[in-house]
């Protein structure tokens, strides 16, 4: 598991400038932060190092992952397809 200091600097860099990255990013946090180990926040790093048009593309499924990508990238980018936002608060 991620110690604090290393969970809070990943969200830190989580923050996007669309919208709809934040909203998926907050979303995978809030479910999977207690549980977040090396090997998924290196996947997340390296999606997070995407621009951030390429990065919701990947996410909408607009486009596929190119074959380089690391499979623990490739995980972290089916959670967040999967896990999508927070549903709203009423």
């Known amino acids: 598991m991620l110690d604090a200091l290393s969970l809070s600097r990943l969200k830190w860099r989580s923050r996007r400038g669309l919208l709809e990255n934040d909203l998926v990013l907050a979303g995978f ?49 089916a959670e967040l397809r999967a896990g999508g936002a927070p549903a709203p608060r009423a």
Do not use: N, S, Y
């Not at 549980?35 to 190092?49: F, I, M, N, P, T």
């Not at 593309?57 to 972290?76: K, S």
């Open 29 to 77: 946090f809030e479910k999977h932060a207690a549980g977040l180990d090396e090997q998924r926040a290196l996947g997340l790093e390296a999606l997070l190092a995407l621009d951030d048009g390429d990065l919701w593309d990947l996410i909408a499924g607009r486009a596929e992952p190119a074959a380089t990508l690391a499979a623990d990238a490739r995980a972290v980018l």
